[in-house]
């Protein structure tokens, strides 16, 4: 008979340790920032000292921790958890779907999404659907994960003219995320999305680049080339851990002619309505 082998949950001065370390912090500097002597730091660290539900909190929050992770930072020092996690069809989050549903619609004729932490679409308006236009059917199974969209080989990266830019865009930026909230599936989407192709160009880093940003350009069927910024939308005031996770991500046209081409693109829509 093979014995069961049990996995031990990380203490809380364990998980202290780790997130302060990955926010590159030493016990003085974070110790310093909570108001607290850097000894009582190290005994909390070490286990000697139990923290108080307070004290986890304030560390929390001067850790920039994620609600998520909060909560797990209170059950191993041994309280309750505090944020509630409901799903985002919960009929308590009635209103924020209203409200969602009404900034998707009213960015229109310009593309707008709702995605989860783990890029999981959860909404999009109809200006949005033109990214999947030329996308593999296995890709637009549900749940779509947009970023897994966007790079893989049978993905919209076969429209994206400037590919290897936009992909260096978008692994850093997803290998911020997986510092700030240390998601082991977030670690994994990135690795998956690091062995894709298109990386190869000797202009991605150019510092000479007269662009502030890096545009999305995509090509259309018709051989015309869109040209979008993007801006990302969260809900900075959120207690509950669902609502603070999504992420509202916009996109403006960089060029008249997008801006031209999108409007235009609406108005037989708008006609026929």
């Known amino acids: 008979m093979i014995p069961c082998m049990k996995t031990q949950r990380r203490t809380f001065g364990e998980e202290l340790r780790t997130w302060r370390q990955r926010r590159h912090l030493s016990q003085l500097e974070l110790a310093t920032e909570v108001d607290i002597s850097t000894r009582h730091l190290s005994f909390m660290e070490t286990g000697r000292s139990q923290a108080s539900r307070s004290m986890v909190l304030r560390l929390a929050a001067q850790l920039d921790v994620p609600l998520r992770e909060r909560?797990?930072?209170?059950?191993?020092?041994?309280?309750?958890?505090?944020?509630?996690?409901?799903?985002?069809?919960?009929?308590?989050?009635?209103?924020?779907?209203?409200?969602?549903?009404?900034?998707?619609?009213?960015?229109?004729?310009?593309?707008?999404?709702?995605?989860?932490?783990?890029?999981?679409?959860?909404?999009?308006?109809?200006?949005?659907?033109?990214?999947?236009?030329?996308?593999?059917?296995?890709?637009?199974?549900?749940?779509?994960?947009?970023?897994?969209?966007?790079?893989?080989?049978?993905?919209?990266?076969?429209?994206?003219?400037?590919?290897?830019?936009?992909?260096?865009?978008?692994?850093?930026?997803?290998?911020?995320?997986?510092?700030?909230?240390?998601?082991?599936?977030?670690?994994?989407?990135?690795?998956?999305?690091?062995?894709?192709?298109?990386?190869?160009?000797?202009?991605?880093?150019?510092?000479?680049?007269?662009?502030?940003?890096?545009?999305?350009?995509?090509r259309r069927p018709d051989g015309a080339v869109l040209s979008f910024l993007s801006a990302t939308t969260v809900f900075g005031t959120a207690v509950e851990v669902t609502l603070s996770e999504l992420v509202l991500e916009a996109f403006y046209p960089a060029d008249d002619y997008t801006a031209a081409a999108l409007r235009n693109q609406a108005m037989p829509a708008q006609s026929a309505a």
Request: charged share 20%; no cysteine.
């Open 71 to 218: 909560n797990d930072l209170l059950i191993a020092a041994g309280f309750a958890p505090m944020y509630a996690s409901r799903p985002f069809s919960d009929p308590s989050l009635g209103a924020v779907r209203d409200a969602v549903d009404l900034i998707l619609k009213g960015h229109e004729p310009y593309p707008a999404l709702l995605v989860d932490r783990h890029w999981t679409l959860i909404s999009a308006n109809k200006a949005a659907q033109g990214f999947m236009v030329g996308v593999a059917p296995e890709l637009l199974e549900g749940p779509i994960n947009v970023l897994r969209m966007s790079l893989h080989p049978d993905g919209s990266s076969r429209n994206i003219v400037n590919l290897p830019e936009w992909r260096a865009h978008v692994l850093a930026r997803l290998a911020r995320e997986v510092q700030v909230t240390a998601d082991p599936a977030l670690a994994d989407l990135l690795t998956e999305l690091r062995g894709y192709p298109g990386g190869e160009s000797h202009h991605v880093s150019d510092p000479t680049s007269a662009s502030v940003v890096v545009p999305l350009k995509i």
